[in-house]
């Protein structure tokens, strides 16, 4: 049996789309259908339901996706510890990152880059309930995200900071504070974190809690563009204390602690123990947990 026939029907349902998949596995489609129905005939049972597009997988295909991707992982697993024995460590990690951890963590990234320069480490950006999801069908080996608010079940955590939050704004109002109470955001125009992102909930929560209704003009899922916004208008945000270091902003900007209440929430890593060794993964916690000493 070939291992690739296996993803490419993983690919595909992931994908929901034939020239999708293809294009991702980088193979053409003439090519991908004819892997596919080579597996198909070696199993002896037809595992996707086709028409003009891909319709889904067929309930064999659907019984028999999980037993494939743990036959997927563990053969990544055994090259991993192949090439550890060789001195040689090499292979994929795929880790899945809330959006306000992305800049906390870049160091910690970068320098496991650089420590091995063998292994293809590729990052996701993903709301958290998107971690939990990928954890469990090992689409990504590791998550940083919320380890005590909605936290995800069935994995291991290790703490890695705590995420503060800052009102970030240009008002004149608050040129010469530290801090604000959270009532005094409920009057600025505001571009925040889309609600699919916990930490919007977080803060909805808060302004729920303190009876104020926020007047939120824009959202967005990404910080770059939070950050072009409220640098190029009379907007103001809520984000991390880090997300106020990693930019040049106006002069005139305020960087004030919001308290009343001072809130925080432990961010970490998040991944599911394996009965059998994962080298790359292994070697990304053992270095994660030193990095943060």
């Keep these: 049996m070939d291992i690739k026939n296996l993803e490419i029907l993983l690919v595909l ?85 809330i959006p306000t951890a992305q800049l906390e963590i870049a160091n910690l990234i970068n320098f496991f880059v650089q420590k091995h320069k063998n292994i293809k480490t590729k990052i996701f950006s993903m709301p958290s309930s998107k971690i939990d999801e990928d954890l469990h069908e090992y689409k990504i080996d590791i998550g940083i995200t919320y380890l005590e608010n909605e936290p995800i079940s069935g994995v291991e955590k290790i703490p890695f900071y705590d995420e503060k939050y800052y009102l970030i704004s240009t008002n004149k109002d608050f040129k010469s504070k530290k801090s604000l109470k959270w009532s005094e955001c409920k009057n600025l125009d505001l571009c925040l974190l889309s609600e699919d992102n916990q930490f919007r909930r977080i803060l909805n929560s808060v302004f729920k809690s303190k009876g104020i209704n926020p007047n939120v003009l824009l959202e967005s899922n990404s910080l770059t563009h939070i950050f072009s916004q409220i640098n190029m208008s009379n907007m103001s945000t809520i984000m991390p204390f880090f997300f106020s270091q990693a930019f040049n902003y106006r002069s005139n900007t305020s960087f004030c602690e919001l308290i009343d209440p001072k809130i925080t929430h432990k961010i970490g890593l998040v991944f599911i123990k394996d009965q059998s060794p994962s080298p790359i993964k292994d070697n990304f916690i053992k270095f994660a947990k030193s990095f943060n000493k």
């Excluded at 999980?66 to 036959?71: E, K, L, Q, S």
């Design 13 to 97: 349902d992931s994908e929901k789309h034939f020239k999708r998949a293809s294009e991702k596995l980088n193979i053409s489609q003439p090519a991908l259908s004819m892997k596919l129905k080579s597996l198909e005939n070696e199993i002896g049972v037809t595992l996707v339901r086709r028409g003009k597009n891909f319709l889904g997988l067929t309930p064999e295909g659907m019984m028999l996706k999980n037993r494939f991707i743990n036959i997927v992982k563990e053969f990544s697993e055994i090259k991993q510890l192949s090439s550890e024995l060789k001195n040689s460590l090499s292979g994929t990690l795929r880790i899945g990152v």
